[in-house]
């Protein structure tokens, strides 16, 4: 079988379409039998290894997708860690060619591992390569992406899942990446970033794949600082590059108006993954003159789907996890209740309009089964008539309640925000977090109420951050890469959590309280 | 006609073979290697087309239409060097190209400037030029990209990438291409269109390499149409050829006369055309058709052959064979629906791979899926390329991967697919065309309703020799094989087993027949998930199972049948549910040990079975020499003897389990045994047979036994039970029975204790059977045991007199108990003197008669 690089070559588009995009074009039913099919492999490989043997029980080998779900117990990080974090390969369904990692907030350990095999890379590639074809793409089965496009890869590098694609890439597709890919190894996340539009100002850019915050902030600095960074806009070494520049400054000159990244660059496709990808969606597209294609996907779990170019929800790829989802309500019973056991909906199970839990088992020899991933997810609708696509289409809402995740950097959880009042030495009474959206940025806001005497908001928040930026040095990249402020503290008066405790008749959350449970507080 | 004719004659004829492959192109599927193609016969038509004006000296005149020429002439080595690379899958010579194509543009521009043709001009349909400073250079420059094309081709034909009979023709025609080329170097040969005479012929060994041999993977690219066109073209060509020689061979032999000549000319090319024009239609069949008349020659044996085959085995033979050689392939392999697994299973295969034989496609498999819904031919490349193939395995990619399969053919009856040909690429590695696919279609759409036929036959042929219930072989197939292999002495040693049920009666008479049947399915299947390849298992009889064990020795046989035993005893006895007790014993012979015939090997396996059986059951035994049914009855009764021995052990300790029964309830004290003796009366009385009185006295003895697993409080209760308590009293019965069905002996009071709650009218338990489902010795327990517990005082109730409890007997009959024994016991009670001496001897109680 041709790779994609001979098949572009060969201007063999309908049948690369096919390849990669072809998944768009599945029935529900085709679509559930791939799942069922491919669950059974699974089994199959998970049976006979021991960590198959602990997650499903000694001798017990489901033989259908209604056993597996009854037979087989719903799993998180926890079920898989002594194996996994000790790289046991011989007790793994098969055997891995990487080990990614990922921060585990909240977690027994600071990282989380996990393996993939050699066909879980073939998949993660084929799913990689569909969602770039969707990202140059506004109809079917016309698209852009070429070999040797200029690709800003602007993400985490190996161990982290985000930093694999370049190299599994190779054997698909020939691209000239910007920086070069062993130099932005050697590179911080900053300077990569910072080294690839430098490059790209010189030679152009056709592909970007990154955090939607970062192509926000390029954006926000190219506008409000357009005579100083025209100043520093590098010569460009290619008279494409170099026509445009010159059309964009005499525009500016014109107009008064700054120069936008639009300007300079035409680009074939965005990529963007991170939480918030969705609320930055049109600012990137006003910067940037392209709107950017969300992926969904995670170290443990893959990429595990894409949007297509409507820009009207992912569509799940049926080939890389089986899919079950929680419903919302059941999935915030079982975090207050650890006994509850929460009921799962299978893909051709779920609603418009509904909420759920995303609960995967990997396929392909992956280690995880029925794993709890932690996202939440909307059911947009049963299907994408724009794009022809008949399956229900959904949208990232975010981590699940008890977790705030910031624009794709960092994941608050309950216990991060204990330690930073801890070592800020706050004498605290009580306090709650909730996620925010300010200006369409997302902020992490810390109601607090003091014992003793009152402190001001800013000096708590000066102390808070000092805590939390010293604690999580994701949460401190975030104000220095974005140059924004993620924290926002409310002190409210004393007296208050005691009273909405009382009105409510329990403790507010922690993490995520109801709407009304801040009101309640601050009223 | 002169001569100067054919110097446009020719032209015209590459023009329009060239026009002819163009627009046949422009409809074919586009990509990259057929537009780079296309392009290249474009710059020809251009050569073509210049080569032809030039010599007509329309305006505004030859050396014009020369520099047109020379466009074509210029583009074809580097457009055909760019189709060779892209064709070939070379992709780090881009430097080259790139010089190639702007040198090329440069040559073109420089040519408009008189430096390649100097001066040009017609005379007679002649082209007569000169040549410019750079027509060396031009020629040069053409050689060396020609040449590189030819290099790179041929690079790949040796590194296996492309197939040589694929290109050759090709490569033959770039060859003539480039010697036409350098014959136009010379003005006093070019002037004379040898090179578009080659190039004519190098058009037809294009379209010859694309029928042939697919050269661009186009699907149907020379219609039948096109090839009567050049056959016409070929004969009018030789027809005018003809008739120019002869005209001038007369004009200048006889001189020049209308009439004369015409008579001659016509007589001439009579006599001489029609051979020539079966040779050039010989030649045509033969350059286009011999692929096509060798598949008609392999279709026709075929379709002769099946109409005489009705055996399965060389019916696919058959057919497979004459697909590999109808169309070449290197393997070929058939699968075939299986009716006793509903899966697609590898029947036949044209090449031995491992594991070809697991190769199995259940009917929601999605190419079964696909196959059955499409009319066509699927691909390996359809296969890999489509999202709704998702689903398919690892472990299958590299089965499919390790079997070379390119294409799946459906085998439709009545759009129902029946089975499926999986091909791999041709001999050669060609490949496959229109035609092939069109043989193929033929062949399975014959083999289709031969096979289906076959498949009933075969399928009728297997039910003869097959148990119905287990779908084992029957009792007749395996003396059929037995006899086979001592008479052919396939094996130089083997074993046979004899299998035996053990209990089943019982089994039977408890759960009735259907329960039974079902028990020897589950040990059939049990049986069959243990045996090795070359075992064959059968149903011999009744519950009896015959194995033959090829080449195992007599110990080591032991140990397989042991396997056996020991897999039946796991699957029933040590489950915790009451009916299922079963296990096996089994007895085994050995070959040639112990006999040579099929009669002394099934007798000594019998003996050894029936060693077995009196050994306890649920053992293998094999024969060893002096047993015998008669020769062994010293050892038997020894056996027998301590089995007695080991019974009443068990006897003891079970009686002793239902005096604490008794003694648990100090209310029913002593009931177990009154029911016993109670019973033993009303079985004598009642003419049951010896076996069955003694059932009935051990039955009675231990029918409560379960009530162990009865919590004592309810045991005990003063007052009546709740609807709860009372079904955990229930429970008591089937207790019994998993207590019971450990000990060997016991076995056979089962049926007694499990029914000893069952009513006549149904509504009893455990299972509610009626009537004469119950088992007489159940039915008998029933009665009696309610006469005790009337007779007895409860904690709820005082005990009833005789008469009312004979009252109470008489309402239950025909409803709870049976009628004849109650009316039986009902006068056995009457009967008064032996009732006031079992009333003594028994109850000890005070006895009142009425």
Same mark, same amino acid.
């Given at each position: 079988?041709?790779?994609?690089?001979?098949?572009?070559?060969?201007?063999?588009y309908?049948?690369?379409?096919?390849?990669?995009?072809?998944?768009?074009?599945?029935?529900?039913?085709?679509?559930?039998?791939?799942?069922?099919?491919?669950?059974?492999?699974?089994?199959?490989?998970?049976?006979?290894?021991?960590?198959?043997?602990?997650?499903?029980?000694?001798?017990?080998?489901?033989?259908?997708?209604?056993?597996?779900?009854?037979?087989?117990?719903l799993?998180?990080?926890d079920?898989?860690?002594?194996?996994?974090?000790?790289?046991?390969?011989?007790?793994?369904?098969?055997?891995?060619?990487?080990?990614?990692?990922?921060?585990?907030?909240?977690?027994t350990?600071?990282?989380?591992v996990?393996?993939?095999?050699?066909?879980?890379?073939?998949?993660?590639?084929?799913?990689?390569?569909?969602?770039?074809?969707?990202?140059?793409?506004?109809?079917?089965?016309?698209?852009?992406?070429?070999?040797?496009?200029?690709?800003?890869?602007?993400?985490?590098?190996?161990?982290?899942?985000?930093?694999?694609a370049?190299?599994?890439?190779?054997?698909?597709? $020939?691209?000239?990446?910007?920086?070069?890919?062993?130099?932005?190894e050697?590179?911080?996340?900053?300077?990569?970033?910072?080294?690839?539009?430098?490059?790209?100002?010189?030679?152009?850019?056709?592909?970007?794949f990154?955090?939607?915050?970062?192509?926000?902030?390029?954006?926000?600095?190219?506008?409000?600082? $357009?005579?100083?960074r025209?100043?520093?806009l590098?010569?460009?070494?290619?008279?494409?590059?170099?026509?445009?520049?010159?059309?964009?400054?005499?525009?500016?000159?014109?107009t008064?108006?700054?120069?936008?990244?639009?300007?300079?660059w035409?680009?074939?496709g965005?990529i963007?993954?991170?939480?918030?990808?969705?609320?930055?969606?049109?600012?990137?597209?006003?910067?940037?003159?392209?709107?950017?294609?969300?992926?969904?996907g995670?170290?443990?779990?893959?990429?595990?789907?894409?949007?297509?170019?409507?820009?009207?929800?992912?569509?799940?790829?049926?080939?890389?996890?089986?899919l079950?989802?929680?419903?919302?309500?059941?999935?915030?019973?079982?975090?207050?209740?650890?006994?509850?056991?929460?009921?799962?909906?299978?893909?051709?199970?779920?609603?418009?309009?509904?909420?759920?839990?995303?609960?995967?088992?990997?396929?392909?020899g992956?280690?995880?089964?029925?794993?709890?991933?932690?996202?939440?997810?909307?059911?947009?609708?049963?299907?994408?008539?724009?794009?022809?696509i008949?399956?229900p289409?959904?949208?990232f809402?975010?981590?699940?309640?008890?977790?705030?995740?910031?624009a794709?950097?960092?994941?608050?959880?309950?216990?991060?925000?204990?330690?930073?009042?801890?070592?800020?030495?706050?004498?605290?009474?009580?306090?709650?977090?909730?996620?925010?959206?300010?200006?369409?940025n997302?902020v992490?806001?810390?109601?607090?109420?003091?014992?003793?005497?009152?402190?001001?908001?800013?000096?708590?928040?000066?102390?808070?951050?000092?805590?939390?930026?010293?604690?999580?040095?994701?949460?401190s990249?975030?104000?220095?890469?974005?140059?924004?402020?993620p924290l926002?503290?409310?002190?409210?008066?004393?007296?208050?959590?005691?009273?909405?405790?009382?009105?409510?008749?329990?403790?507010?959350?922690k993490?995520?309280?109801?709407?009304?449970e801040?009101?309640?507080?601050?009223? | 006609?002169?001569?100067?004719?054919?110097?446009?004659?020719?032209?015209?004829?590459a023009?329009?073979?060239?026009?002819?492959?163009?627009?046949?192109?422009?409809?074919?599927?586009?990509?990259?290697?057929?537009?780079?193609?296309?392009?290249?016969?474009?710059?020809?038509?251009?050569?073509?087309?210049g080569?032809?004006?030039?010599?007509?000296?329309?305006?505004?005149?030859?050396?014009?239409?020369?520099?047109?020429?020379?466009?074509?002439?210029?583009?074809?080595?580097?457009?055909?060097?760019?189709?060779?690379?892209?064709?070939?899958?070379?992709?780090?010579?881009?430097?080259?190209?790139?010089f190639?194509?702007c040198?090329?543009?440069?040559?073109?521009?420089?040519?408009?400037?008189?430096?390649?043709?100097?001066e040009?001009?017609?005379?007679?349909?002649?082209?007569?030029?000169?040549?410019?400073?750079?027509?060396?250079?031009?020629?040069?420059?053409?050689?060396?990209?020609?040449?590189l094309?030819?290099?790179?081709?041929?690079?790949k /034909?040796?590194?296996?990438?492309?197939?040589? %009979?694929?290109?050759?023709?090709?490569?033959?025609?770039?060859?003539?291409?480039?010697?036409?080329?350098?014959?136009?170097?010379?003005?006093?040969?070019?002037?004379?269109?040898?090179?578009?005479?080659?190039?004519?012929?190098?058009?037809?060994?294009?379209?010859?390499?694309? +029928?042939?041999?697919?050269?661009?993977?186009i699907?149907?690219?020379?219609?039948?149409?096109?090839?009567y066109?050049?056959y016409?073209?070929?004969?009018?060509?030789?027809?005018?050829?003809?008739?120019?020689?002869?005209?001038?061979v007369?004009?200048?032999?006889?001189?020049?006369?209308?009439?004369?000549?015409?008579?001659?000319?016509?007589?001439?090319?009579?006599?001489?055309?029609?051979?020539?024009?079966?040779?050039?239609?010989?030649?045509?069949?033969?350059?286009?058709?011999?692929?096509?008349?060798?598949?008609r020659?392999?279709?026709?044996?075929?379709?002769?052959?099946?109409? @005489?085959?009705?055996?399965?085995?060389?019916?696919?033979?058959? *057919?497979?064979k004459?697909?590999?050689?109808?169309?070449?392939?290197?393997?070929?392999?058939?699968?075939?629906?299986?009716? %006793?697994?509903?899966?697609?299973?590898?029947?036949?295969?044209?090449?031995?791979?491992?594991?070809?034989?697991?190769?199995?496609?259940?009917?929601?498999?999605?190419?079964?899926?696909?196959l059955?819904?499409?009319?066509?031919?699927?691909?390996?490349?359809?296969?890999?390329?489509?999202?709704?193939?998702?689903?398919?395995?690892?472990?299958?990619k590299? +089965?499919?991967?390790?079997?070379? !399969?390119?294409?799946?053919?459906?085998?439709?009856?009545?759009?129902?697919?029946?089975? /499926?040909?999986?091909?791999?690429?041709?001999?050669?590695?060609?490949?496959?065309?229109?035609?092939?696919?069109?043989?193929?279609?033929?062949?399975?759409?014959?083999?289709?309703?031969?096979?289906?036929?076959? +498949?009933?036959?075969?399928?009728?042929?297997?039910?003869?020799?097959?148990?119905?219930?287990?779908?084992?072989?029957?009792?007749?197939?395996?003396?059929?094989?037995?006899?086979?292999?001592?008479?052919?002495?396939?094996?130089?040693?083997?074993?046979?087993?004899? /299998?035996?049920? %053990?209990?089943?009666?019982?089994?039977?008479?408890?759960?009735?027949?259907?329960?039974? %049947?079902?028990? *020897?399915e589950?040990?059939?299947?049990?049986?069959?998930?243990?045996?090795?390849?070359?075992?064959?298992?059968?149903?011999?009889?009744?519950?009896?199972?015959?194995?033959?064990?090829?080449?195992?020795?007599?110990?080591?046989?032991?140990?397989?049948?042991?396997?056996?035993?020991?897999?039946?005893?796991?699957?029933?006895?040590?489950?915790?549910?009451?009916?299922?007790?079963?296990?096996?014993?089994?007895?085994? !012979?050995?070959?040639?040990?112990?006999?040579?015939?099929?009669?002394?090997?099934?007798?000594?396996?019998?003996?050894?079975?029936?060693?077995?059986?009196?050994?306890?059951?649920?053992?293998?035994?094999?024969?060893?020499?002096?047993?015998?049914?008669?020769?062994?009855?010293?050892?038997?009764?020894?056996i027998?003897?301590?089995?007695?021995?080991?019974?009443?052990?068990?006897?003891?300790a079970?009686?002793?389990?239902?005096?604490?029964?008794?003694?648990?309830?100090h209310y029913?004290?002593?009931?177990?045994? @009154?029911?016993?003796?109670?019973?033993?009366?009303?079985?004598?009385?009642?003419?049951?047979?010896?076996?069955?009185?003694?059932?009935?006295?051990?039955?009675?003895?231990?029918?409560?036994i379960?009530?162990?697993?009865?919590?004592?409080?309810?045991?005990?209760?003063?007052?009546?039970?709740?609807?709860?308590?009372?079904?955990?009293?229930?429970?008591?019965?089937?207790?019994?029975?998993?207590?019971?069905?450990?000990?060997?002996?016991?076995?056979?009071?089962?049926?007694?204790?499990?029914?000893?709650?069952?009513?006549?009218?149904?509504?009893?338990?455990?299972?509610?059977?009626?009537?004469?489902?119950?088992?007489?010795?159940?039915?008998?327990?029933?009665?009696?045991?309610?006469?005790?517990?009337?007779?007895?005082?409860?904690?709820?109730?005082?005990?009833?007199?005789?008469?009312?409890?004979?009252?109470?007997?008489?309402?239950?009959?025909?409803?709870?108990?049976?009628?004849?024994?109650?009316?039986?016991?009902?006068?056995?009670?009457?009967?008064?003197?032996q009732?006031?001496?079992?009333?003594?001897?028994?109850?000890?109680?005070e006895?009142?008669?009425?």
């Open positions: 079988m041709k790779n994609l690089g001979n098949l572009l070559k060969q201007e063999e309908s049948k690369v379409w096919e390849k990669y995009c072809g998944f768009l074009n599945l029935s529900i039913d085709e679509f559930m039998s791939i799942q069922e099919s491919l669950l059974m492999e699974q089994i199959e490989l998970l049976s006979s290894c021991e960590l198959g043997k602990r997650i499903m029980g000694e001798g017990i080998k489901p033989k259908s997708v209604e056993e597996f779900r009854k037979l087989v117990p799993t998180t990080y079920d898989y860690a002594d194996i996994l974090l000790n790289k046991r390969e011989n007790a793994l369904p098969a055997k891995p060619m990487y080990w990614m990692q990922t921060t585990w907030k909240g977690g350990h600071p990282i989380k996990a393996p993939y095999t050699e066909s879980m890379i073939k998949e993660h590639t084929k799913c990689f390569i569909a969602s770039l074809i969707l990202a140059t793409t506004d109809k079917p089965e016309v698209f852009s992406l070429r070999e040797e496009d200029k690709f800003l890869y602007g993400m985490a590098p190996l161990p982290y899942l985000t930093g694999l370049p190299y599994v890439l190779k054997d698909e597709i $020939s691209f000239k990446y910007l920086p070069d890919i062993e130099l932005a050697t590179l911080s996340f900053e300077d990569r970033n910072i080294a690839g539009f430098d490059m790209g100002l010189r030679t152009g850019i056709d592909l970007f990154g955090l939607s915050s970062v192509l926000v902030r390029i954006g926000e600095s190219f506008a409000k600082g $357009s005579k100083e025209t100043g520093e590098k010569l460009p070494i290619n008279p494409r590059m170099l026509l445009k520049l010159i059309k964009a400054k005499l525009r500016s000159k014109i008064g108006q700054p120069i936008l990244p639009k300007h300079i035409d680009m074939k965005i963007c993954a991170g939480t918030d990808t969705h609320t930055f969606k049109e600012k990137i597209e006003h910067y940037w003159g392209k709107k950017p294609l969300e992926i969904y995670g170290t443990e779990i893959t990429t595990v789907a894409t949007e297509a170019w409507s820009g009207k929800g992912l569509t799940f790829f049926p080939d890389v996890n089986f079950e989802f929680i419903p919302e309500k059941d999935s915030i019973r079982s975090l207050k209740d650890k006994n509850y056991v929460p009921p799962t909906l299978l893909f051709n199970e779920i609603k418009s309009g509904e909420r759920y839990e995303i609960v995967t088992t990997k396929f392909r992956g280690a995880f089964a029925r794993y709890r991933v932690g996202d939440i997810i909307q059911c947009l609708s049963m299907s994408n008539e724009e794009c022809g008949k399956l289409q959904v949208a809402v975010d981590r699940v309640a008890n977790v705030i995740d910031l794709g950097f960092t994941r608050i959880t309950n216990n991060t925000v204990s330690e930073a009042l801890k070592s800020s030495k706050l004498a605290v009474y009580n306090w709650t977090a909730i996620k925010e959206y300010v200006e369409e997302p992490l806001h810390i109601y607090i109420e003091l014992k003793g005497k009152k402190l001001s908001d800013k000096l708590v928040k000066e102390k808070l951050n000092s805590a939390l930026s010293a604690l999580d040095s994701d949460f990249d975030l104000q220095t890469l974005l140059g924004r402020d926002k503290v409310t002190m409210v008066e004393p007296g208050s959590f005691d009273k909405c405790a009382s009105r409510f008749g329990k403790e507010i959350n993490i995520n309280p109801i709407e009304e801040i009101k309640s507080l601050i009223s | 006609m002169n001569s100067s004719f054919y110097f446009i004659a020719i032209p015209f004829t023009l329009i073979c060239y026009c002819i492959l163009l627009i046949l192109l422009l409809h074919v599927e586009k990509n990259k290697i057929t537009k780079l193609y296309s392009f290249y016969i474009i710059a020809m038509v251009i050569w073509c087309f080569s032809l004006i030039m010599r007509t000296n329309l305006p505004p005149g030859p050396l014009f239409w020369n520099k047109i020429l020379c466009i074509g002439l210029i583009s074809v080595p580097i457009i055909f060097y760019n189709f060779t690379l892209v064709f070939t899958e070379t992709y780090n010579k881009e430097g080259y190209l790139v190639g194509y040198s090329a543009v440069a040559l073109i521009v420089l040519n408009f400037f008189g430096l390649m043709i100097k040009a001009y017609a005379v007679n349909n002649i082209f007569y030029y000169r040549l410019g400073p750079i027509a060396p250079v031009v020629a040069l420059w053409s050689i060396v990209y020609l040449l094309a030819f290099i790179n081709m041929t690079n /034909i040796r590194a296996d990438i492309i197939p040589f %009979d694929r290109v050759k023709f090709v490569l033959y025609g770039l060859m003539l291409v480039i010697a036409g080329a350098l014959l136009n170097l010379f003005p006093e040969i070019g002037k004379y269109p040898f090179d578009i005479a080659f190039n004519t012929i190098n058009a037809v060994l294009i379209s010859y390499s694309i +029928q042939r041999y697919k050269f661009l993977g699907k149907v690219f020379i219609t039948r149409g096109i090839l066109s050049l016409t073209l070929i004969l009018s060509v030789v027809y005018i050829v003809s008739v120019f020689i002869v005209e001038k007369l004009s200048n032999i006889i001189g020049y006369t209308t009439i004369v000549s015409a008579m001659l000319t016509a007589i001439v090319v009579a006599i001489v055309f029609q051979p020539i024009k079966s040779s050039i239609q010989m030649w045509i069949d033969r350059l286009f058709y011999k692929e096509k008349l060798h598949q020659e392999v279709l026709r044996d075929f379709t002769n052959a099946i109409n @005489n085959i009705i055996d399965i085995n060389d019916l696919s033979q058959s *057919l497979i004459a697909v590999t050689k109808g169309v070449n392939s290197e393997r070929a392999y058939l699968l075939l629906n299986r009716s %006793d697994t509903g899966k697609f299973h590898v029947y036949v295969a044209t090449y031995y791979v491992e594991g070809v034989e697991a190769l199995t496609y259940s009917k929601n498999h999605p190419i079964i899926k696909w059955s819904r499409e009319n066509e031919i699927l691909t390996m490349s359809q296969v890999w390329g489509s999202a709704y193939f998702g689903g398919l395995w690892e472990t299958e590299e +089965q499919l991967n390790k079997l070379e !399969a390119k294409y799946f053919m459906p085998i439709k009856l009545r759009d129902k697919l029946t089975g /499926i040909l999986i091909l791999s690429d041709k001999i050669g590695g060609e490949a496959y065309n229109a035609e092939d696919s069109d043989l193929l279609f033929t062949m399975v759409n014959s083999a289709a309703l031969a096979l289906d036929n076959a +498949q009933m036959y075969e399928r009728a042929k297997l039910e003869a020799i097959t148990d119905g219930l287990t779908r084992l072989y029957n009792h007749r197939y395996f003396h059929e094989a037995l006899s086979k292999v001592i008479s052919n002495r396939e094996w130089e040693v083997f074993s046979l087993a004899m /299998i035996d049920v %053990d209990m089943f009666k019982l089994y039977n008479d408890l759960y009735g027949h259907s329960a039974g %049947d079902k028990a *020897l589950r040990i059939a299947s049990v049986l069959k998930g243990c045996l090795r390849r070359d075992d064959i298992l059968a149903r011999y009889g009744g519950e009896e199972f015959a194995l033959l064990l090829p080449g195992l020795k007599k110990e080591d046989s032991l140990n397989v049948i042991e396997r056996l035993r020991a897999a039946v005893e796991e699957e029933f006895s040590s489950t915790k549910n009451i009916s299922e007790f079963l296990t096996i014993s089994i007895g085994i !012979a050995n070959y040639p040990l112990h006999g040579k015939s099929c009669e002394e090997l099934v007798e000594y396996a019998d003996t050894a079975l029936y060693i077995a059986k009196k050994r306890g059951r649920n053992q293998c035994v094999l024969y060893e020499k002096g047993n015998g049914k008669n020769g062994s009855l010293k050892e038997i009764d020894g027998e003897k301590v089995q007695g021995d080991i019974d009443a052990a068990y006897f003891s079970i009686y002793a389990l239902a005096a604490t029964i008794d003694a648990k309830d029913t004290y002593g009931h177990s045994e @009154n029911v016993s003796k109670y019973g033993v009366m009303l079985a004598k009385a009642a003419g049951f047979s010896e076996e069955s009185i003694n059932i009935v006295k051990d039955a009675g003895l231990l029918h409560d379960g009530k162990i697993g009865v919590p004592e409080y309810i045991l005990t209760k003063p007052s009546q039970l709740t609807n709860g308590e009372f079904d955990i009293m229930k429970k008591h019965v089937e207790i019994s029975t998993t207590i019971i069905k450990h000990v060997p002996n016991l076995v056979k009071v089962i049926p007694a204790i499990m029914t000893h709650h069952e009513r006549w009218d149904g509504n009893g338990y455990p299972r509610g059977i009626k009537g004469e489902s119950i088992p007489l010795e159940g039915r008998c327990l029933c009665i009696v045991d309610a006469f005790d517990a009337m007779t007895s005082d409860r904690p709820y109730r005082k005990a009833l007199t005789i008469e009312r409890a004979i009252a109470e007997l008489e309402r239950g009959r025909g409803i709870q108990f049976d009628e004849r024994l109650t009316n039986v016991f009902i006068n056995v009670l009457k009967e008064s003197y009732f006031e001496e079992v009333a003594a001897d028994v109850v000890g109680r006895v009142k008669i009425g």
